[in-house]
């Protein structure tokens, strides 16, 4: 193989690589997002510096009570 098609290869997988990882992000992101608004709703504050944790919070609503 010449430079060109080594080049071509670099840049295909970086490309592809760079595809996966904002996927990745984007469904974290959506977990983040999904947590603050349960913590929120159960009137704590969402922390996300280190492990995530729910200050301040009600414990959550058993199932029986949801039903």
């Known amino acids: 193989m010449d ?3 080594l080049t071509l290869i670099f840049l295909a ?3 592809g690589g760079a595809a996966v990882m ?3 992000i984007d469904a974290i992101d959506k977990e983040n997002n999904a947590f603050a608004k349960d913590c929120n ?3 704590g504050l ?3 510096e280190g492990p ?3 200050v301040g919070a009600k414990p959550p609503r058993s199932h029986y009570e949801r039903t």
Request: with cysteine; net charge positive; aromatic share 6%.
């Open 52 to 54: 995530r944790q729910c």
């Open 41 to 43: 709703d159960r009137g």
């Open 22 to 24: 904002l996927r990745n």
């Open 13 to 15: 997988v970086t490309i």
């Open 46 to 48: 969402a922390l996300f």
């Open 3 to 5: 430079r060109k098609e």
